[in-house]
T-cell receptor
Framework: DSGVTQTPKHLITATGQRVTLRCSPR?????VYWYQQSLDQGLQFLIQ???????AKGNILERFSAQQFPDLHSELNLSSLELGDSALYFC??????????????FGPGTRLTVL | GESVGLHLPTLSVQEGDNSIINCAYS??????FIWYKQESGKGPQFIID?????DKRQGQRVTVLLNKTVKHLSLQIAATQPGDSAVYFC??????????????FGKGTHLIIQP
């Protein structure tokens, strides 16, 4: 158990809908990262928050957004869902800002299925 | 864009043998490398990391080797056990990106342990 929690574990929804995925980082970790894992794209970095502020963006679509709250939990919002958004979404956390001094620990993931 | 990739998608080894999983990376500025293990239905689990000022690092039953000259990373697992069956990912980061950023993952190698 990494100490990172994610809810829900599974989510099934329809095209065009909006969903919110939730992540609680390990105790004391200030950075939260979101990743998408799909069969064709593999594990891809989406976005990072550090202590409530956005710090880095990866391959995140404009239809997706995230935020980190004062208690450091984070939410990933996915809107206007398409079939291709079906994937596993992972949250990771690290103690500090990231980079070569910070190990990222991953949560169990949320499996999103868009029908 | 730059990416991290794996040489073999599947590796089958006999229980008790040593396993070697390889990874090639293309970003010569990468200075932090990590191996993750992902079991079915779970999130990536940190195994071991290495920074670019080292060429070898050992953990419990695992050793990571880094060859910066040819941009190659390998994970050696000693005395492979059934519990080692999983997909193994290498990942990299570049501290020059200001520390804040996500990891770039390879496509993964599926390690299968034969009894």
């Amino acid at each position: 158990d990494s100490g990172v929690t994610q809810t829900p574990k599974h989510l099934i929804t329809a095209t065009g809908q909006r969903v919110t995925l939730r992540c609680s980082p390990r105790s004391g970790d200030l950075s939260v990262y979101w990743y998408q894992q799909s069969l064709d794209q593999g594990l891809q970095f989406l976005i990072q928050y550090y202590n409530g502020e956005e710090r880095a963006k990866g391959n995140i679509l404009e239809r997706f957004s995230a935020q980190q709250f004062p208690d450091l939990h984070s939410e990933l919002n996915l809107s206007s869902l398409e079939l291709g958004d079906s994937a596993l979404y992972f949250c990771a956390s690290s103690p500090r800002l990231g980079g070569s001094t910070d190990t990222q620990y991953f949560g169990p993931g949320t499996r999103l299925t868009v029908l | 864009g730059e990416s991290v990739g794996l040489h073999l998608p599947t590796l089958s080894v006999q229980e008790g043998d040593n396993s070697i999983i390889n990874c090639a990376y293309s970003n010569s500025a990468s200075d932090y490398f990590i191996w993750y293990k992902q079991e079915s239905g779970k999130g990536p689990q940190f195994i071991i990391d290495i920074r670019s000022n080292m060429d070898k690092r050992q953990g419990q039953r695992v050793t990571v080797l880094l060859n910066k000259t040819v941009k190659h990373l390998s994970l050696q697992i000693a005395a492979t056990q059934p519990g080692d069956s999983a997909v193994y990912f290498c990942a990299e980061n570049e501290s020059g990106r200001g520390g804040a950023d996500g990891l770039t993952f390879g496509k993964g190698t599926h390690l299968i342990i034969q009894p």
